[in-house]
């Protein structure tokens, strides 16, 4: 299959996705428009058979035909039974809310003729409306998971209201009808499934994208393989380069080292999918990326560049989502300017045009003043100088470094031969020392007095006769009377002197007195001569080794002490690597950069004042649904976000009201899309946005609560093979793009470039420093992420001895509640609020939030605990969905299962829900269940009570 062609098939997907949730709403308003949402005047049912009279009839026919006529889609109209329905409000405010307890689609018969007779409902598709049954009719989540809708709606209606019901209208006049607040009647209706408000604008978006797919030869400027939206549905997300930079801070704790890698990838990548385990910094990276995008617009502008819309919208799937991030960006920076609140139509009303009234309001009189601005540029510039300067010297310090890196590794080579030549040279001078010290007598030699001697020696032996001489030689002798006495005698006169010489020495000579001594002599004195020239030389060699020991010694002290010059200059430069050091050490430098580029762009914003206060008053009008605005927003739309972003860089919306904040689908109308809770939304809601964004940076945790999908499993079953298999897909296609996939496509999953399988979570940045709960408390957290996360938070002071505690309650179970669990909860904020904590704080600080995984406990403890405390708020009571992304200084958790034949199954198939129920804990979480059950079960309610049993204490009541 072609991508294009796989595209529109995804997109088709989704829209069937959106549909079944218009038939499976909890609640629809009977409205009084001129289209009714709800319509039981002229509808019957006899057997299975509906009836409408031909009015009813001919009313949703022209609707669907005039809806085909307007290029829109069909009308889709349902019928349910009995009616069930709850009065909000009085007077003109008073509003009828159906609560239907299924839907059965029967939008085809107006695309066909009347029938008097009727349409057998039996032959319609039908959907369980989850939600309201076990609201009603107290199923449990278990149970609605497990509906089965495939064998039929009488089959369904038999299997879930446990009875027999031969017909549709038997099971009407029959079922048992809820009590209480609730009015019922024991009729059927029509109702709308195209107006779900939960839907409506994100419906909006994405038929208008599947439209443009549609168009021949569609070239929109997103469908290229570089956009964030094409990146998300095909990309595989590369890892972050190390040698990044990036510019600006918020007022904030520095990035970390995993905080620094996605604000790095960022700067060079379309999509970033970040994965933030709770309390890891997401918010602190959101808020440094904003203020990187505030300094560019700035710098661009000081430079002398074209000024570009500089839009940031930052998107969340829940209230509490959004409201953290508005309380951590509003503490440090202007609420006048810099943020403007978004979302549903109250907000707009209430908090959103208010401030844009209120901006326009200072720039009617707040006058532009050149040398204000003058100034604000060059303290700007001064800013961006000295990161510049730190950069200039990074650079020069890495050039000098290898430089002197060179040198000192030549000095270690020049060092290292000198060393081997001083070895050598000193191992031959303790040899030639040895030898020396053999011959040591002969230091003070007389040598001049026995080479005299020698000399004489070797005379007298010439003069002494011989046998062999000759007659005139023996003639000679007779005449001078030369005898062997006299020759003895001559030769002591002769060496006397020397004799005397060598006395004192010690080698004294004896003067020889006849031939055999002269014999013993002149050998002695020939050894004597040979020892002392042995020791001459020798002494000669000692002392030339001993000159080049110390040309040697010398030389290499100069390069010793030239190698410790170098070493020093190495020493002196930063440790570490720059790129991993500068948003940490240099983040005051950041920071004022920061605070300087939104001080110039304020006196930016006065100096183009017309053009602002036209853009605010202009998308104020917008935002109002003014038809002109509209249209001036169409044809201008980028000068007009340009301006408004100047003063408001920063919208937050909710993902469902994007569309009230952007109401046209246009391409790359959002500079940086900031996305959290990423992991529970799902794959189909943040497509529109990132169609409409040029940047984004994803972030979520699959670990935690999956997206909510109230649908049985029978019907995702049914939407597997209709949206997939039977239109040309497969299932690998299935679990990466299907909302109903929620363990393998979530909006997380498929920014991080996950397969499908439900192992792989993709490619995300992991954010793996926490910082946020007590050590005790994340520890059971840490081993659900990769590599274990790395516990940073101080082990906090408290009123409790422990941060971890765990109350053993038998319970029991009384429609779908558990009444001593709520009984011990309550007794435990009791004795808490004693210990200093609050069930209503401003700053959040000290509050409780109490919460189950069954929506009947979590609702029969807010009403328990909202009648004890009047105070205590009902967002901080609820299911654990319901905290997702949230956090309270103390968490009581009431599992309420307790018996041994439930499965338990409904808490442990995943870690992802007691991993959030405990994370939400700042300093204190308490279990209070069935112990003894909760351990049995295995899984994560054992290695929890375990945990708590190890690191915290277990109490009974």
């Not at 800013?383 to 290898?402: G, H």
């Amino acid at each position: 299959m072609l991508e294009s062609e796989k595209l529109i098939q995804i997109i088709q997907a989704w829209l069937g996705y959106i549909r079944l949730e218009e038939l499976t709403q909890a609640e629809v308003e009977r409205s009084s428009d001129i289209y009714s949402k709800v319509v039981d005047k002229g509808v019957q049912l006899v057997g299975n058979k509906l009836l409408l009279d031909s009015e009813v009839f001919t009313q949703f026919q022209q609707q669907q035909q005039a809806a085909k006529r307007g290029n829109k889609n069909d009308v889709q109209v349902a019928v349910a039974f009995p009616q069930i329905y709850r009065i909000n409000g009085k007077g003109k405010e008073q509003r009828l809310k159906y609560l239907p307890l299924f839907t059965i689609d029967i939008s085809p018969i107006f695309k066909g003729n009347y029938r008097k007779t009727g349409w057998d409902l039996t032959e319609y598709e039908f959907q369980p409306v989850v939600v309201n049954l076990m609201r009603l009719y107290g199923l449990e989540e278990e149970q609605a998971e497990s509906l089965i809708v495939a064998s039929g709606i009488l089959k369904f209606l038999e299997d879930t209201f446990k009875g027999r019901f031969p017909t549709l209208r038997d099971f009407l006049e029959l079922v048992d009808l809820p009590e209480g607040k609730y009015k019922t009647s024991r009729q059927p209706y029509l109702l709308r499934c195209d107006f779900t408000p939960y839907n409506a604008l994100l419906k909006q978006d994405i038929q208008e994208i599947f439209k443009e797919l549609q168009q021949p030869d569609c070239n929109s400027e997103w469908l290229t393989e570089t956009h964030p939206a094409m990146q998300y549905l095909w990309g595989e997300p590369q890892s972050p380069r190390h040698e990044v930079m990036f510019w600006g801070a918020f007022p904030d704790h520095a990035p970390d080292e995993f905080q620094a890698s996605v604000l790095k990838h960022a700067q060079e990548n379309l999509l970033t999918a970040v994965c933030g385990p709770p309390g890891t910094g997401k918010t602190e990276v959101f808020l440094h990326l904003i203020a990187q995008q505030v300094v560019d617009r700035a710098l661009r502008l000081v430079r002398g560049k074209d000024d570009a819309n500089n839009l940031i919208l930052f998107v969340g799937t829940n209230n509490s989502t959004i409201k953290k991030f508005q309380q951590r960006l509003t503490i440090n920076s202007s609420a006048q300017q810099f943020y403007l609140p978004g979302g549903n139509q109250t907000i707009i009303r209430k908090s959103t045009l208010p401030k844009l009234q209120s901006c326009q309001d200072w720039l009617r009189n707040a006058e532009f003043n050149q040398s204000a601005w003058s100034k604000a540029k060059l303290e700007l510039l001064q800013a961006e100088s000295e990161i510049q300067q730190l950069i200039e010297q990074d650079r020069f310090n890495t050039v000098q470094k290898v430089t002197d890196a060179e040198l000192r590794s030549q000095l270690d080579v020049e060092i290292q031969s000198l060393n081997n030549e001083i070895a050598a040279k000193s191992s031959e001078l303790q040899a030639l020392t040895e030898q020396l010290s053999s011959l040591s007598d002969y230091a003070n030699f007389p040598l001049d007095a026995y080479q005299q001697i020698r000399e004489e020696l070797s005379q007298a032996e010439r003069e002494l006769p011989k046998e062999s001489d000759s007659i005139t030689k023996r003639a000679l002798n007779w005449l001078n009377a030369t005898t062997d006495q006299r020759i003895f005698r001559r030769l002591a006169l002769r060496i006397n002197a020397a004799v005397l010489n060598t006395l004192a020495s010690s080698h004294p000579f004896q003067i020889p007195l006849d031939r055999l001594s002269l014999t013993t002599a002149q050998a002695s004195v020939n050894q004597k001569l040979d020892f002392s020239q042995q020791w001459q030389n020798l002494n000669r060699k000692v002392t030339e080794i001993q000159t080049q020991l110390t040309a040697f010694n010398k030389k290499r002290e100069l390069k010793q002490a030239e190698h410790q010059q170098i070493q020093k200059q190495i020493d002196s430069y930063p440790q570490g690597d720059f790129y991993n050091l500068f948003y940490r050490d240099h983040h005051q430098l950041q920071l004022e950069l920061f605070q300087r580029a939104w001080a110039f762009l304020l006196q930016e914003v006065l100096r183009r004042k017309e053009s602002v206060m036209r853009a605010l008053e202009t998308y104020g009008s917008v935002l109002t649904g003014d038809g002109g605005a509209l249209l001036k927003l169409s044809t201008d739309g980028d000068a007009i976000f340009r301006d408004l972003s100047l003063i408001f860089p920063v919208i937050s919306s909710s993902l469902q009201s994007i569309r009230n904040m952007l109401p046209i689908l246009q391409p790359n109308s959002v500079k940086l899309a900031l996305v959290d809770e990423a992991g529970t939304t799902l794959v189909h809601q943040l497509f529109p946005l990132l169609v409409r964004s040029q940047r984004a940076v994803v972030a979520g945790d699959p670990q935690q609560i999956e997206p909510i999908v109230n649908l049985c499993d029978d019907t995702i079953k049914q939407y597997l093979k209709t949206a997939f298999l039977d239109m040309g897909m497969g299932n690998e296609d299935y679990y990466r793009y299907a909302p109903t996939a929620k363990y393998t496509a979530t909006a997380y999953h498929r920014a991080a470039g996950a397969s499908g399988t439900e192992s792989d979570l993709g490619n995300g940045i992991i954010l793996s420093n926490h910082y946020r709960c007590t050590p005790p408390i994340i520890q059971f957290c840490s081993p659900n992420y990769p590599g274990g996360l790395q516990i940073l938070s101080g082990d906090q002071q408290t009123a409790t001895v422990k941060h971890l505690l765990a109350y053993h309650v038998e319970g029991s179970h009384t429609h779908n509640t558990n009444p001593e669990e709520i009984d011990a909860v309550e007794t435990i904020i009791a004795s808490l609020l004693k210990h200093g904590y609050s069930t209503n704080s401003d700053d959040n600080s000290k509050t409780i939030g109490v919460m189950s995984p069954f929506s009947q406990q979590a609702n029969a403890l807010k009403y328990r605990l909202s009648n004890r405390w009047r105070n205590f708020s009902w967002d901080d009571i609820g299911t654990v969905h319901t905290f997702q992304g949230g956090e309270k200084a103390a968490i009581i958790f009431s599992p309420y299962q307790c018996h041994q034949e439930h499965s338990f199954w409904f808490l442990n198939r995943k870690p992802n829900l007691l991993n959030t129920a405990v994370s939400r804990a700042r300093e204190l979480f308490i279990l209070v269940g069935n112990l003894r059950e909760l351990e049995l079960a295995g899984g994560e309610t054992k290695r929890l009570v375990e945990h708590i049993r190890q690191y915290g204490e277990i109490r009974s009541e």
